[in-house]
């Protein structure tokens, strides 16, 4: 235990360093304290740095930017940061991410500028932006949606929105079913080709967006003055910072991947847009289309699956049949090897046998005989098995255990074992070790 603690502690040494994080003093370059975020109307502005510092994560560095102008949209609501570049006439670098940190958008880079004083183009990325865009708005026809199905109960959690997926954490009782999760694709994905448009409203005060009905997100805070979100005024109406489509129809296509619980009375939905969802749509007919070839049903792949199964059923219950009527044989073989001494029958043998066969001929075995000592090993699909079934007056009366026995053998399989007084199992590693398990059974009987 000093050994195991002494390692453990320098792992969480180890830990500790590889999650730190340190930060190096602000370098101002120019005194300024205002950030303009002109994110939700351009994806490229010219842009100054006002500050920078390098930071410092377990071996990685980088550089925290701070620009006066900017349209990066920095981690929040859920929505992740953005990505792009700042380009001079000396130099381009890449950014990373962006979050806000004491209501500054922070720029992460690998590198700063050479020139920190140039005039820069801020840039970004812009297919990344509107994969983002098209999976944040599903999000808000899915709430509404889910409010329409499953009952205004329905609130938001909490909610992860990137370029890749969706994740909307809600209020709700119970598992969705199939049915309820096809309604919610088909309203929202009616919703989007009704290609309805938005109405964004800024610097909206907040009792006044409350009046008109805007549903607040879970877990932000606001001030007194809001942005509101619309996608028809009869159905989604939000308060939100996120970044949107112009028009509904700009989604494509809404698919829900997955649906489970996170904690008591918290249900999520994972879903899909636009390019994803018609790459799982792809994906899925290619994996339909092989089906069909392997069932050689092009016409009825249901009535194909449907044969196959059928077919595998009537296989499985030959294959039992079969089993039971080898074990029936080596059970019978076995009954004329029996080694009576001392009081005690045994039966230690080798068989060609599964697990589950040696288990239910050890247990007949034992039913018939009195005074049993029954050790039996095989070769399973590679594998050693041990089985060691003692009759109940062997170990009330001789004092015999078979799991202390079990252990002792597994040693020659390189494996372990255990069970019950009576009757014990082990595996391992080691099938060439089969021979000394056997002869150790006998030995110690």
Not at 147 to 173: C, I, P, W, Y
Not at 240 to 254: D, P, Q, W
Not at 279 to 289: G, H, V, Y
Not at 337 to 344: N, T
Request: hydrophobic share 40%; proline share 2%; with cysteine.
């Amino acid at each position: 235990m000093d050994g195991f603690n002494a390692c453990m502690d320098e792992q969480k040494n180890r830990s500790r360093k590889a999650t730190a994080t340190s930060a190096d003093d602000w370098t101002i370059v120019r005194d300024e304290d205002a950030v303009e975020f002109v994110g939700y109307d351009f994806l490229e502005c010219e842009a100054e740095i006002l500050r920078y510092r390098k930071v410092k994560k377990g071996n990685k560095e980088q550089y925290q930017i701070v620009l006066n102008r900017t349209p990066f949209y920095a981690e929040s609501g859920g929505q992740v940061g953005d990505t792009g570049f700042l380009q001079s006439a000396e130099s381009k670098i890449s950014i990373t991410d962006t979050q806000k940190e004491n209501n500054l958008i922070i720029h992460f880079a690998d590198k700063i500028p050479s020139d920190i004083n140039a005039i820069f183009k801020a840039v970004v990325d812009y297919n990344r932006r509107a994969l983002i865009t098209k999976n944040h708005s599903a999000t808000h026809l899915m709430h509404a949606a889910l409010r329409n199905v499953l009952g205004t109960h329905v609130a938001q959690k909490g909610s992860m929105v990137n370029e890749h997926t969706t994740r909307f954490d809600f209020s709700h009782f119970a598992k969705m079913t199939d049915e309820e999760i096809n309604s919610i694709e088909q309203i929202v994905n009616k919703k989007i080709r009704e290609n309805i448009a938005l109405n964004e409203q800024r610097n909206v005060p907040i009792k006044q967006a409350q009046e008109t009905g805007a549903m607040a997100l879970f877990g932000e805070k606001y001030g007194d003055f809001v942005r509101v979100i619309t996608f028809d005024k009869n159905f989604s109406v939000e308060l939100c910072g996120g970044t949107h489509v112009k028009a509904s129809g700009e989604i494509g296509l809404f698919k829900i991947t997955g649906e489970s619980a996170v904690a008591a009375g918290v249900r999520r939905i994972e879903a899909i847009t636009a390019d994803g969802a018609e790459q799982f749509i792809n994906d899925q007919l290619e994996a339909l289309q092989k089906i069909k070839e392997i069932v050689n049903h092009p016409g009825d792949i249901v009535k194909g699956v449907t044969s196959l199964v059928e077919a595998n059923e009537s296989l499985k219950k030959q294959l039992a049949q079969f089993q039971n009527e080898k074990a029936q044989s080596v059970k019978a073989d076995l009954l004329t090897k029996i080694k009576s001494h001392d009081g005690i029958n045994r039966i230690i043998a080798q068989v060609d046998l599964d697990a589950e066969s040696i288990k239910n001929i050890s247990y007949e075995l034992k039913n018939q005989l009195s005074d049993l000592y029954c050790f039996l090993c095989a070769n399973v699909d590679g594998k050693p098995h041990l089985s060691l079934m003692l009759s109940d007056s062997l170990v009330s009366e001789k004092g015999l255990n078979a799991m202390a026995i079990i252990r002792n053998l597994a040693k020659e399989i390189q494996g372990g074992g255990g069970g019950q007084p009576f009757y014990a199992t082990a595996g391992g590693k080691n099938v060439e070790g089969l021979p000394k398990a056997l002869q150790l059974a006998n030995s110690i009987i």
